[in-house]
């Protein structure tokens, strides 16, 4: 007789069973028990009696004994019935997987009785929407109903202006900006702020924060960030974000490092900065025109997604080892010979690194004989006598005109990337690693907003308009999963938003650089998967010098102000809007009415400390 707590687990599943999808089933619960249990001895890399466990696909191949599962027939699947206690043969060896476990590959198994097998390979059914938010809502809602879950809410106006400024400037809005918007009657007035935004030199410069993380990592110390500045590198970024210039045109600038073109001066930094190691180069570049990390494939293929091959690796390598940065300078130069290179897989087989992206094409070169040694020849550049050689065949341009004109893989990483910017999580999570082991929370949504990216040419500004126009972007925290985007994802502000967002509440102008260099050395994290608050963080919000030289009565500052206003709950109440934007409920008025009456004679202290308390509070930090 089975465990009474394994019946009980049965018995509640067989309603939901039903109901479920397989898919939802295989990636949420199936595929990460077999990723830890089995995928090791039956995935890519080694397939024991001829089983792979990595797909649905594999599954329902079986091995060299047959069918291991029967759609529908848990209690006939070998898969299922070999995981029980006592089974022999037993499955996991010398392991024996829990109930709750079991009965996930059950309900699994069960389910796909109900969803053909190939449901996942069919080709999503074209859909035409009138604008981007009208897609995003309509897609989205499809999926609350699927998961059976209720949005949550959407937050008030004051919330709204304070996140889309956060997003899109980089700051809090200053009192004026929040009372113009709040004062506005017209239904239009969000997308008119969203394109006054769009428009404005303060979301060039957010942009530019952030692509610049992705890109290239957050520098710690000042010398990295002075030299990006230096060396053009910042401003390549500033001008393609302020033009709107096509995504494509501007990842094929960075790929091919050449500043043969006003508005490519600076990109070549994003080779130069590594240094010549080509290693380094490739698994960058990989998320910009993959969407997914290939580490993991640089000694074998990757053992769990089957797609990405070691081959791919290191021909994504080859494509950049004819390169080298050029003494004295930001200027990479490339050879038009050598550079071809072999690598050993798994069974020692010494196989060349060929020039195959992730999505199927290839760059085509005449590879010499192995006896053949080739000569660097004057007439295979374009101008012999440059010091920055441009070889009339170059491998880094063939490969960027490859990544960026036909690779459907570009427009997905960029609308999923920006979609993880701008809601907390990516369509596919992690937003950086794209692959087969990682299914889009919402499928046909990523897919349209794809191609729609493509077919507009790469529009940036309008993937971001459209998703913070969406209903979606608007919602307050609910309980949903995250994947369901019912409601909005806890987001902690960067070091940016925190340090002009400061600012403006001390009555200040937002742009400073000392205090935004201080504020990323104590937080350094730009869009942290997971945000664990350090005790570095804590020490620094606690006892900045920096806050409290900004937190000083100036004349005109907002502490000044306060203290001038004869009522303290005015004072409380101005210092809350200032903040948080928002009036303070019964409490919070109580708490501060305390701290402030406690000090009679130092008035000015006892309201920065008010200001010091609410511009560190969890409410400040984190996105509204």
Known sequence: ?????????????????????????????????????????????????????????????????????????PMESRLYTYLAAGADP????????????????????????????????KAPTPRTFDTVPQAIDTLIAEGWEGRGVKPAPSVDERAWCRRVYLDLAGRIPTPIELAKFLDDPADSKRATLVDQLLASEDYVVRMREVWDVILMGRTKRDNHEDRRKQNGWWTFLESSFRSNRPWNETVRDVLNARSDKPES??????????????????????????????????????PLAREIKQAHYWGLVAAFNRSKNVD?????????????????????????AIIKLLQGSSVEETRPAPDQKEEDKEDKYIDPSAKVRVPKFSRRAAF?????????????????????????????????????????????????????????QYDVRRVVRGIVLS???????????????????????????????????????????????????????????????TFQQAQFLANSSELGDILKPEPNSTVARLVALPDVSIRI??????????????????????????????PADAVRDLLWALLTNAEFLTMP
Not at 16 to 39: E, H, M, N, S, Y
Not at 573 to 602: C, G, K, V, W, Y
């Open 400 to 456: 960027a005109d490859a990544a960026t004109q036909n690779n459907p893989l570009l427009a997905r990483a960029f609308v999923n990337r920006t979609w993880a910017t701008l809601t907390g999580r990516g369509l596919v999570h992690p937003a950086d690693e794209m692959n087969a082991r990682n299914a889009p929370s919402h499928p046909k949504l990523l897919d349209w907003l794809a191609q729609d990216f493509a077919t507009h």
């Open 328 to 352: 004295g300078g930001s200027t990479v130069s490339e050879s038009a010979v050598g550079g071809f290179i072999n690598f050993t897989n798994l069974k020692k087989e010494s196989q060349p």
């Open 265 to 302: 001066r600076g990109a070549s930094w994003f080779l130069y900065e590594r240094r010549d190691n080509h290693q380094n180069i490739a698994e960058a570049v990989a998320p910009i025109v993959y969407g997914t990390k290939i580490d993991c494939a640089q000694c074998h293929d990757h």
């Open 90 to 121: 037993h499955m996991p060896p010398k392991k024996q997987l829990t109930d709750v476990q079991r009965e996930a590959i059950r309900e699994w198994i069960a389910a796909m009785a109900e969803t053909p097998a190939d449901q996942t390979r």
């Open 471 to 533: 209903r979606v972007y608007g919602l307050a925290p609910g309980d949903a999963p995250p994947e369901a985007f019912a409601g909005a994802l806890e987001r902690p502000l960067g070091a940016e938003q925190i340090s002009r967002s400061w600012r403006i509440v001390a009555g200040l102008a937002p742009a400073d650089d000392t205090l935004r260099r201080n504020v990323i050395a104590a937080i350094p994290d730009l869009l942290p998967k997971e945000y664990n608050a």
């Open 573 to 602: 109440r101005d210092a809350f809007l200032a903040a948080h934007s928002r009036l303070p409920d019964a409490e919070e008025m109580a708490q501060a009415s305390t701290l402030i009456l406690d000090r009679p004679n130092q």
């Open 1 to 73: 007789m089975m465990p009474w707590t394994f019946a009980v687990i049965l018995l509640l599943s067989l309603a939901a069973t039903r109901a479920a999808d397989v898919t939802t089933l295989w990636t949420g619960k199936v595929q990460p028990i077999f990723d830890i249990q089995c995928v090791k001895c039956h995935g890519p890399i080694e397939q024991k009696s001829g089983l792979e466990l990595d797909t649905p696909e594999a599954v329902l191949k079986g091995g060299d004994e047959g069918a291991v599962l029967i759609p529908g027939k």
